[in-house]
Structures are given as C-alpha cells and as structure tokens.
C-alpha cells in the first residue's frame, strides 16, 4: 500500500507512521526528518533549508519535490510505503502523483489527523529531542526519568528550534494557508479518511489501522 498522512504539525504523524510502516512491511518515508538532516549539514543546501525551518517556514517546492522524488524512486518502495510530512499543497500532491505514475503506481489512501490548535501547541512546545539517537520526551506526557537528561545515554535533551511556541504558531498558521486544499482535492479521488488523534498512542494507532483498512491493534 501507497498511504499520505496528513495533518499539523504535533498530530503524531511520525510516531504513527513508523509503526503502520512496520505493520505493513513497508518503508516509513519521514519527510520531516530527512529535510533536518539535510539542513544540519553545512553546505549550500543545508544552509538554505535551514534559514526556512527556524522561522517555521515552509520549504519552497523544489527543495521538498527533489528529496522526496529520489526517496520514492529507490527499489525499497517499489510495494509501497508510509510517507508522513509530505504533500503539504496541491502542487506537492500533483508532482507526487507524477513521481508514482512514472514507476506505474498510484496513492492508495490519504489520512486525515484531527486535532486542534491549543493541543498542538501544547504538545509540540513541551517536546524534548536526544541528539545523539534521535528519541522523543514529552514534559508533561513522556518525562525522561531525569530531567532534562536521555533515558538511554544520559545526553542532555533538547529543544528543536521550530518547536518554540512562537515558531509553533507560525507553523500552524503556514500549514492552514497551504495544506488544507489538499484534503478537497484527496477527497475528490475518494481516497480521503479522517482518525482523531486526540487519545493514547494505542487508541489513535487502532483508528489508523481500521481506516487504512488492515483491523484494530490488536489482531497485530
């Protein structure tokens, strides 16, 4: 299966991606954290995605479509995939549909996350990164067991630089101008559902997974 997830930032997209994509056997395509990557290093690409990330900028379309059009083309998605944090406008899912075309496939489902603003906010301004192996904390949700400190290797958390709360709304406020449409246009092919991802993770992962259509959690 070919499936989008789709929503604002702090709906969990990741978190529910990467376990869908094992479920299904296919590869979880992270738009998100392939475009930190490239912006952490220190060459004229990195520093151009940078600049547009800390102010919570979209990434202009050539940049995005480039990375996104060479993950898809590798054999490893020839049966499918999970890609999260990608398209986020109506030209992103046309090139999208381009890509697929060329190697004779098509999107299987779009999913919709639900989830309001105050939420977001809330999840993503009390949201802690490792930088050494990438694992998430939440203050108030998923507190390390020391503070501030990794549960694995003691490194100090941090802080991303566009889950401030300032860079947070303008996030919000970029992705309501250019994302939404996309829902119309996903609804329009018949290929748009919609899971709340207001509960625990196991309460929103068996909404996703009755809506791409394989059962609930647990006949995992």
Do not use: W
């Not at 930032?9 to 056997?25: E, I, S, V």
């Not at 381009?98 to 639900?114: C, R, T, V, Y």
């Amino acid at each position: 299966m070919r499936i989008v997830l789709l929503g604002p930032p702090g709906a969990g997209k990741g978190t529910q991606a990467a376990r869908l994509a094992a479920h299904l056997g296919v590869p979880h395509i992270a738009t998100g954290d392939m475009l930190r990557q490239a912006a952490n290093a220190d060459t004229p690409l990195g520093r151009r995605l940078h600049s547009y990330m800390d102010r919570g900028d979209l990434v202009p379309d050539d940049l995005t479509n480039a990375i996104v059009e060479e993950r898809i083309s590798q054999p490893d998605v020839a049966k499918g995939f999970v890609l999260d944090g990608y398209p986020r406008s109506v030209d992103q899912a046309k090139m999208l549909d381009e890509s697929l075309a060329l190697h004779g496939a098509s999107l299987d489902k779009a999913i919709k996350f639900m989830i309001t603003g105050p939420e977001i906010v809330s999840r993503l301004s009390g949201r802690l990164v490792c930088p050494v192996d990438g694992s998430v904390y939440h203050l108030v949700t998923n507190p390390p067991k020391v503070d501030k400190l990794c549960d694995l290797d003691g490194t100090p958390l941090v802080q991303r630089e566009d889950d401030s709360e300032e860079t947070v709304l303008r996030r919000l406020e970029v992705y309501g101008q250019r994302t939404k449409p996309l829902y119309d246009l996903y609804r329009e092919k018949g290929i748009l559902d919609e899971v709340d991802a207001i509960g625990s993770t196991e309460e929103v992962y068996d909404r996703l997974l009755r809506a791409v259509g394989v059962g609930g959690s647990r006949g995992e």
